[in-house]
């Protein structure tokens, strides 16, 4: 990870994350747990209070953190029902990998069906 690529030079780092303890698998130095969607990571958009607390839990734990890695979870409820925010992120057109992926899976789904309806038949 870029994070401690960047540590091994000598400079710490905080790492935000929507997912710590998977950040912590890796091992990362310091790592601020957030209960956020995906891309939002310091807060709501047009929201400067949210995103300062999390930039002031960043700079909190870098200069309180005595070791390697330290965790600090910040204890924010996202404002709006999850599902909508996750949905309102997605693009109104998918990415060309997105596409494929769907498409593939539902050439998938559909010979899976036609499996089911031929064994049905026989």
């Not at 390697?68 to 997605?90: G, L």
């Amino acid at each position: 990870m870029l994070a401690r690529t960047i540590e091994n030079a000598g400079i710490p780092t905080v790492t935000v994350t929507m997912m710590p303890f998977v950040a912590e698998k890796f091992r990362l130095s310091r790592i601020v747990g957030v209960e956020f969607p995906f891309g939002h990571a310091f807060g709501m958009p047009d929201d400067p209070e949210m995103q300062l607390t999390v930039s002031r839990a960043a700079v909190e734990l870098l200069a309180k953190a005595t070791g390697p890695e330290s965790r600090s979870d910040v204890e924010i409820e996202w404002p709006i029902d999850t599902r909508t925010a996750y949905k309102d992120w997605q693009p109104a057109v998918a990415s060309p990998a997105v596409a494929l992926n769907l498409r593939k899976r539902e050439e998938a789904e559909a010979k899976r069906q036609a499996k089911e309806q031929a064994a049905g038949d026989a």
